[in-house]
Structure formats: C-alpha cells, structure tokens
C-alpha cells in the first residue's frame, strides 16, 4: 500500500510539472520532422532539431541532445540542458539517458555538469512514471522499464504484448545466450519466433534479422518478400541488398532482373548524402548496373527513384533510440 501511494503521489506530481505537448505551427512541425529524419540518416540535424525544441518538443528535446552527446561523444552542458527539458516533461528515454549519465566520459574525466537531479533520481522518476503503465500493460512502459531495471522479464512481457521493438531484441538476446533453453534447438526456435515477430509488427531491422534466418532455412520467397517490405519502409540496408539482387549484382536470392529498379533503388541512396557512409557503395556499385543499361534506362531508373522517394517514408538507418 506504501508503495502504490507512492506511485500516486510521484503521478500527481509529475502531472504538475510537465508541462503540456507543444502546439508546433506548421513551419516548426516541418523542421522537426526534417531533423528526426536527418538524425535517422546520421546526418547534420541541430538546425532542424533545435527550431522544434526551443518551442518545447519534447520529442525533438530528446534528439537534439542526442545529436548534442554524438557529436562530442559525452554529454555536454548544453545536451543536458536539452535532455532535462524533455524529462521534465515525462519523456523515458531523456530520464534513461540521464540516469546512465554516471557512467559517461565526463565521469571519467570528472568535469560534469550538475543537472537539476542525480542519475539515481532520475532513474526513479522513470520507475515511478512507468510501472504503473507497465503494470495496466502498456507494451512500450514494460519496455522502458526493462531498459529500467535491466530485468530481463519486462522485455518478455514487452514483447508477448506486441512491442516490436522489444521482440528484435529478445531475438537478439536469445541469440547471444540470454535466457534458458533445456535443449539446444529451441534457441533457434525462440530466435526465429522473435524476429518473425518483430518483422511482422513492422519493425525494418527485425525485418532485416528475420531475411537471414529465412536465407538460411533456404526460404527465398520469404527473402524476397521481408528484404521488399523492409525497403519500402525505408530501411537503407534493405534498399542497398534490395536495388543490387534485382540488378544481379549478384543474382543472389531470384528476384527477376530489373536493371531500371535496381538502379534507380540504388541511385536513391545518394539522398543519404554520404551518412552512415554508404556513398563508397553507391560509387562502386552504380557503374557496375549502368555497364548493362543504355542511356534510356539510366534516366528512368533515375525518374524511378524520384517516384519512389514521393512514395515512400524517408530513408532511414533506423538508429536504436537508446543507442551508442
């Protein structure tokens, strides 16, 4: 009883002092969703990110002191300032990444800056916001609170209530030698079932994991159907195996040849503008396709890629959101 009044007490208090979701006008909604899409693609975001924070996003908060801590690689007076004022108002992953704040390269050098809490308080915060969630079901609450707690039975539940993201990585857990299996094969078993999962609940890199346990199995209408979906999500590693099969470059899975699709797929990825380093890819793979098409067919590949990119989300290289 202690506890749960706790709970409710931390609840009143959070409702207090969050503030409410920014209304974005038009023009400061466009930049933040151009700045997430350009942190997805390990781009140059701050501008963007940065329109949308200062008019109190949470979200675009969380990911400009993300792109704040990469580009210097601990967490910076101003990234913490930034990542404050989205756990302030309630985001999880902000209040994580200050709770893991102690083990930062600042720590180490020991020139941090003080933030408005320690990382162990902020840490309970998280707990107090997420438990009740987690405890009504709330997938993505019974996810945070594995990230939390480091409890390995919350990613479970997070992931037997549909969390896609939580089934990639009880897939990747299983495959590492998490978890107890009485007999060897029903590792594989439960590496499989969870990233058939996380594919079929639309995640692109538990689509990616599932294609080859699929290649494997020798399953190549599968492959050809999970590398497909994941492109048309937008997923650049899909895209890059997805443009070269159907170029025969190789022929490696029986997609019909398609040079104009196959080029053009490739082609598209010059969108990423050389993040995530794939422009060395796309120079070496471009002239091999274009040495089998006539001029004709470059430009609708070309044209084709336009098409797609009207079409389709953004490219992305779907970063974890509690990555490195």
Same mark, same amino acid.
């Given at each position: 009883?202690?506890?749960?009044?706790?709970?409710?007490?931390?609840?009143?208090?959070?409702?207090?002092?969050?503030?409410?979701?920014?209304?974005?006008?038009?023009?400061?909604?466009?930049?933040?969703?151009?700045?997430?899409?350009?942190?997805?693609?390990?781009?140059?975001?701050?501008?963007?990110?940065?329109?949308?924070?200062?008019?109190?996003?949470?979200?675009?908060?969380?990911?400009?002191?993300?792109?704040?801590?990469?580009?210097?690689? %601990?967490?910076?007076?101003?990234?913490?300032?930034?990542?404050?004022?989205?756990?302030?108002?309630?985001?999880?992953?902000?209040?994580?990444?200050?709770?893991? +704040?102690?083990?930062?390269?600042?720590?180490?050098?020991?020139?941090?800056?003080?933030?408005?809490?320690?990382?162990?308080?902020?840490?309970?915060?998280?707990?107090?916001?997420? /438990?009740?969630?987690?405890?009504?079901?709330?997938?993505?609450?019974? %996810?945070?609170?594995?990230?939390?707690?480091?409890?390995?039975?919350?990613?479970?539940?997070?992931?037997?209530?549909?969390?896609?993201?939580?089934?990639?990585?009880?897939?990747?857990?299983?495959?590492?030698?998490?978890?107890?299996?009485?007999?060897?094969?029903?590792? +594989? /078993?439960?590496?499989?079932?969870?990233?058939?999962?996380?594919?079929?609940?639309?995640?692109?890199?538990?689509?990616?994991?599932?294609? +080859?346990?699929? %290649?494997?199995?020798?399953?190549?209408?599968?492959?050809?159907?999970?590398?497909?979906?994941? +492109?048309?999500?937008?997923?650049?590693?899909?895209?890059?195996?997805?443009?070269? %099969?159907?170029?025969?470059?190789?022929?490696?899975?029986?997609?019909?040849?398609?040079?104009?699709?196959?080029?053009?797929?490739?082609?598209?990825?010059?969108?990423?503008?050389?993040?995530?380093?794939?422009?060395?890819?796309?120079?070496?793979?471009?002239?091999?396709?274009?040495?089998?098409?006539?001029?004709?067919?470059?430009?609708?590949?070309?044209?084709?890629?336009?098409?797609? /990119?009207?079409?389709?989300?953004?490219?992305?290289?779907?970063?974890?959101?509690?990555?490195?």
């Amino acid at each position: 009883m202690f506890f749960r009044s706790l709970v409710a007490a931390a609840l009143v208090a959070l409702a207090i002092n969050f503030p409410a979701f920014a209304n974005l006008t038009p023009e400061q909604q466009q930049a933040k969703e151009r700045g997430v899409m350009l942190f997805n693609q390990y781009r140059v975001a701050e501008p963007e990110l940065r329109v949308a924070a200062e008019a109190g996003d949470r979200e675009a908060q969380y990911y400009l002191a993300e792109e704040l801590r990469q580009m210097n690689r %601990y967490i910076t007076a101003e990234a913490l300032k930034w990542y404050e004022a989205a756990a302030s108002q309630g985001d999880y992953y902000a209040m994580i990444r200050l709770g893991r +704040s102690g083990k930062d390269l600042c720590a180490v050098m020991g020139n941090c800056t003080v933030g408005q809490k320690t990382p162990v308080e902020w840490l309970r915060q998280a707990l107090m916001q997420a /438990k009740p969630e987690a405890e009504q079901g709330d997938a993505e609450a019974m %996810y945070v609170m594995y990230h939390i707690t480091g409890n390995r039975d919350w990613l479970e539940k997070s992931a037997e209530a549909g969390h896609a993201i939580a089934q990639f990585w009880m897939a990747t857990g299983d495959r590492q030698g998490e978890g107890f299996f009485f007999l060897p094969w029903e590792r +594989s /078993k439960a590496v499989k079932k969870w990233f058939k999962a996380s594919a079929e609940g639309g995640y692109p890199r538990g689509m990616m994991e599932y294609v +080859s346990i699929l %290649y494997e199995d020798g399953d190549m209408e599968g492959v050809r159907f999970w590398t497909k979906q994941a +492109s048309e999500a937008g997923f650049e590693g899909a895209i890059s195996n997805y443009g070269a %099969y159907l170029a025969h470059e190789p022929d490696q899975v029986g997609y019909p040849l398609d040079l104009v699709k196959g080029y053009g797929l490739i082609y598209l990825l010059k969108e990423l503008d050389g993040g995530g380093g794939v422009e060395s890819y796309v120079e070496y793979m471009l002239p091999k396709i274009a040495a089998k098409m006539t001029p004709e067919q470059i430009e609708q590949a070309k044209k084709f890629a336009e098409e797609w /990119k009207a079409t389709h989300p953004p490219l992305s290289f779907f970063p974890h959101k509690l990555g490195y």
